[in-house]
T-cell receptor, first 111, second 113 residues
Framework: QKEVEQDPGPLSVPEGAIVSLNCTYS??????FMWYRQYSRKGPELLMY????GNKEDGRFTAQVDKSSKYISLFIRDSQPSDSATYLC???????????FGSGTKLNVKP | EPEVTQTPSHQVTQMGQEVILRCVPI?????FYWYRQILGQKVEFLVS????????KSEIFDDQFSVERPDGSNFTLKIRSTKLEDSAMYFC???????????FGEGSRLTVL
């Protein structure tokens, strides 16, 4: 079983839609959870970071962590064509020695 | 805004040659990492570095790979004898002590011919 599972997509939505991106994980020791946006041939850009269960909101983005189900989500409200990118989830145990990445979900927001 | 910088942005080399990829992490960060991403594939962990020593390394990070922090600002990845399968985008990342927020550079694209 992979440490982190993420649906690769692609996910295609119209502009203005609410987007839901998800990851599941198997290691209950994961405590820190991140979402990254990666444009083609660029480095991953940190979008959201959380270390607890529950919701965290930043502008149009909401990160949700459910440790009991080992499930994390990223919601994008009022999606824009500029949101078209690959979204990566990542997570770590307490010591930050290694961050485990999902395979990424490719999102296309159509004008 | 502070950022992780990497050089070169693209390097082409012949199989068997040595390559050094350079990174300048964010200045107050203490954890340093190298990841790589083969085109179209997932981001893979190579190595983490803290307090001037390797914290953890993956099975990819064999004897052909080494890391060094030669001074107070640079963090380097050396591949001694490159193979075709080393062709990938190599990302340097850094993290501040205790936060877990991981910031990436723009990457160095390595092409091995």
């Amino acid at each position: 079983q992979k440490e982190v599972e993420q649906d690769p997509g692609p996910l295609s939505v119209p502009e203005g839609a609410i987007v839901s991106l998800n990851c599941t994980y198997s290691n209950s020791a994961f405590q820190y959870f991140m979402w990254y946006r990666q444009y083609s041939r660029k480095g991953p850009e940190l979008l959201m970071y959380t270390y607890s269960s529950g919701n965290k909101e930043d502008g149009r983005f909401t990160a949700q962590v459910d440790k009991s189900s080992k499930y994390i989500s990223l919601f994008i409200r009022d999606s824009q064509p500029s949101d078209s990118a690959t979204y990566l989830c990542a997570m770590s145990v307490y010591n930050f020695n290694k961050f485990y990445f999902g395979s990424g979900t490719k999102l296309n927001v159509k004008p | 805004e502070p950022e992780v910088t990497q050089t070169p942005s693209h390097q082409v080399t012949q199989m068997g040659q040595e390559v050094i990829l350079r990174c300048v992490p964010i200045s107050n960060h203490l954890y340093f990492y190298w990841y790589r991403q083969i085109l179209g594939q997932k981001v893979e962990f190579l190595v983490s570095f803290y307090n001037n020593e390797i914290s953890e390394k993956s099975e990819i990070f064999d004897d052909q790979f080494s890391v060094e922090r030669p001074d107070g600002s640079n963090f380097t990845l050396k591949i001694r004898s490159t193979k075709l399968e080393d062709s990938a985008m190599y990302f340097c990342a850094s993290s501040e002590l205790g936060t877990g927020e991981l910031f990436f550079g723009e990457g160095s694209r390595l092409t091995v011919l």
